[in-house]
């Protein structure tokens, strides 16, 4: 398949945006091909459209499927497996939230809770311990804003993105 040049240069930029944030390049490439295409797409039309290794291939749609970003489909007449991706941005951005929250916060959040219930906890020093809870604290309240964010509908999730400085001004209640 060949690419548009705007098709191009999306998954490239994807790819190096994925890079920058921890994530294979192939992988990201992969999501943003299936992301722009808009169709499903077998194993070997990545391999080829993306000129990578069909190993790579395999490999990342493991990666994105264990996301929960792609899912597989079939095509009738075909026994191949297909694969799809969301082409609702909003409900890629809560995936991506929910997988990095579950992956990556929530471990963070129940270590440092088991620092400040651990029996060794209270010889630390008390600025050590203070450092600590204030973490915690910090964490869980992000975290709880986090999980309010997510139960917003799109629309109304992005109101709350566009308030931006409105909100702060408000809260600081100078009215600048």
């Known amino acids: 398949m060949e690419l548009s040049n705007t098709a191009r240069r999306f998954v490239l930029h994807w790819g190096e945006m994925g890079s920058a944030w921890g994530v294979n390049r192939t992988v990201a490439q992969i999501h943003a091909l299936l992301y722009i295409h808009g169709q499903p797409l077998n194993a070997e039309q990545m391999a080829e459209t993306l000129s990578v ?19 597989v489909t079939h095509v009738l007449g075909d026994r191949r497996d297909y694969f799809e991706t969301s082409v609702d941005v909003w409900e890629l951005f809560r995936t991506i939230v929910r997988e990095r929250k579950h992956r990556e916060f929530d471990p963070t959040v129940r270590m440092l809770t088991e620092l400040v219930k651990d029996e060794s906890f209270d010889q630390e020093s008390p600025d050590a311990q203070d450092r600590v809870r204030e973490a915690l604290r910090f964490m869980e309240t992000l975290g709880a804003w986090s999980d309010e964010m997510m139960r917003l509908s799109p629309s109304t999730l992005e109101k709350v993105l566009k308030l931006g400085a409105s909100v702060q001004r408000f809260v600081r209640g100078d009215g600048s």
């Not at 290794?53 to 899912?71: D, P, Q, Y």
């Open 53 to 71: 290794a069909r190993s790579n291939v395999s490999t990342s749609l493991k990666e994105l499927t264990s996301w929960n970003l792609i899912r």
